[in-house]
């Protein structure tokens, strides 16, 4: 058997390294035009106009919310621990992540349950979590079509009046432009909410 020289080693070693950086890159290539295309189609999906009453009393339609950064949250007022855990998160995440961008972000309280949630009520909860904090409920059809606008499931779990409603978990993140961008599980922690926050908006300058 010959000797392997130092040269046809190293030329071999160099040949293997390009073929695989090679593979990596046609890899990353193919990932992110995959990414490219759910965004695409999650964007067209999820998200619409829709037309409500904020916690002052004031019409307030998707519309408003452009020119802002926004998270929104499908829930009700009687929600006895998901909806307060799921909204102290959200908020926890936009002040980490409006200390990372400088930019400030706007959260929102959307009623699946109008018919317990009156104006003051939705008033009185919000304020619970964030004077900043937006909510908003309205009739059982502008409701309905809200939820039906972002995909939430909600159902009415019995018919006293301590009923509960079964609802998605999601909280989704709107773009300056009211576009829908993605959504946060009930799984991720604040500051992994906050950190993906940092990389759609961006750092400070």
């Not at 695989?20 to 035009?33: E, S, T």
Request: aromatic content about 10%; some cysteine; charged content about 20%.
């Amino acid at each position: 058997m010959r000797p392997v020289s130092f040269l046809s080693l190293g030329l071999t070693l160099a040949t293997g390294a390009g073929l695989y950086l090679w593979f990596q890159q046609q890899q990353d290539k193919k990932i992110v035009a995959a990414q490219k295309s759910t965004t695409v189609v999650g964007a067209a999906a999820i998200g619409g106009p829709f037309q409500l009453v904020d916690h002052r009393g004031s019409p307030f339609s998707d519309k408003d919310l452009l020119g802002r950064w926004t998270l929104l949250y499908f829930g009700f007022t009687q929600c006895p621990d998901i909806c307060p855990e799921e909204l102290e998160k959200i908020v926890e995440a936009k002040q980490l992540a409006e200390k990372e961008t400088g930019t400030k972000l706007t959260t929102v309280f959307v009623s699946v349950d109008p018919e317990r949630d009156t104006v003051a009520q939705v008033a009185e909860y919000v304020k619970e979590f964030d004077p900043e904090m937006i909510g908003l409920t309205g009739t059982l059809e502008q409701t309905n079509a809200a939820a039906r606008a972002y995909r939430v499931y909600h159902s009415k779990t019995g018919e006293d009046k301590d009923y509960l409603v079964d609802h998605s978990i999601i909280t989704y993140l709107l773009d300056p432009q009211g576009n829908f961008v993605t959504f946060f599980g009930k799984n991720m922690t604040a500051p992994e909410v906050a950190k993906a926050l940092v990389g759609f908006v961006g750092p400070k300058a």
